[in-house]
């Protein structure tokens, strides 16, 4: 009797869960829940400390500024990013991104992932020339600044730090119109020519080997 017990206390629980993430709030109001609790559902891929994984190609969030988490969940949220069939990390954010009911707690789990201490990620870029990616940089610091610590004004992410795969992966989805072609995505947009002036792959590797030298 005890072990049923037991086993009926934890199945509830386990619904308590499901149903709180899926928006029907187990006391039936629709009430915002704290972002902690809401990053359960990021931890998976991001990891508990934010710091992400290159397994599941999930970029490092700790520490990003709130306003970008903020808009890029409304670009999943929306389809303005993440709709292209190619742009698999993108699609596989796009439902959880939704698991937010509304715009308080979006802003409840950007807020907290602000909150969380950033960690340098350590190269892992072979074949890349930060030298020649300094010439090709002076393009990119007039929005992501000499530092590459961003420009909330401009709506520019802070770059340094991330992870360069990550960094490599997203200049070439914008090159190729993956990330950035959708008419509303005015930020995205911005950035689809910027990353063309870049000529090949190497020239994405130069720049992005340049980038990890900012990261302090």
């Given at each position: 009797?005890?072990r049923m017990?037991?086993?009926?206390?934890?199945?509830?629980?386990?619904?308590?869960?499901?149903?709180?993430?899926?928006?029907c709030?187990?006391?039936?109001?629709?009430?915002?829940?704290?972002g902690?609790?809401?990053y359960?559902?990021?931890?998976?891929?991001?990891?508990?400390?934010?710091?992400?994984?290159?397994?599941v190609?999930a970029?490092s969030?700790?520490?990003?500024?709130?306003?970008?988490v903020?808009?890029?969940?409304?670009?999943?949220?929306?389809?303005?990013?993440?709709?292209?069939?190619?742009?698999?990390e993108g699609?596989?954010?796009?439902?959880?991104?939704?698991?937010?009911?509304d715009?308080?707690?979006v802003?409840?789990?950007?807020a907290?992932?602000?909150?969380?201490?950033?960690?340098?990620?350590?190269?892992?870029?072979t074949?890349?020339?930060?030298?020649?990616g300094?010439?090709?940089?002076?393009?990119?610091?007039?929005?992501?600044?000499?530092?590459?610590?961003?420009n909330?004004?401009?709506?520019?992410?802070?770059?340094?730090?991330?992870y360069?795969?990550?960094?490599?992966?997203?200049?070439g989805?914008?090159?190729?119109?993956?990330?950035?072609?959708?008419?509303?995505?005015?930020?995205?947009g911005?950035?689809r020519?910027m990353?063309?002036?870049l000529?090949?792959?190497?020239?994405?590797k130069?720049?992005?080997?340049?980038?990890?030298?900012?990261?302090?």
């Open positions: 009797m005890h017990k037991s086993l009926n206390t934890s199945a509830f629980a386990g619904l308590a869960l499901v149903l709180a993430l899926s928006g709030r187990p006391d039936g109001a629709k009430k915002t829940l704290p902690v609790e809401l359960a559902a990021c931890a998976s891929c991001h990891g508990t400390d934010g710091f992400g994984q290159a397994l190609a970029p969030i700790a520490g990003l500024p709130a306003w970008y903020e808009a890029q969940l409304v670009k999943f949220r929306s389809g303005i990013r993440g709709a292209h069939p190619d742009d698999l699609l596989r954010m796009r439902p959880m991104s939704r698991q937010m009911m715009e308080g707690e802003k409840a789990v950007a907290y992932v602000a909150s969380l201490t950033p960690m340098k990620q350590a190269p892992t870029l074949g890349a020339d930060a030298a020649a300094a010439g090709s940089y002076a393009t990119c610091q007039a929005c992501h600044g000499v530092d590459g610590k961003g909330e004004a401009l709506k520019a992410p802070p770059i340094a730090g991330q360069d795969w990550y960094l490599v992966s997203q200049l989805k914008f090159r190729k119109g993956i990330r950035g072609a959708n008419p509303k995505d005015v930020t995205g911005q950035m020519p990353s063309m002036t000529a090949d792959d190497q020239a994405v130069n720049v992005v080997a340049h980038i990890n030298t900012l990261a302090k």
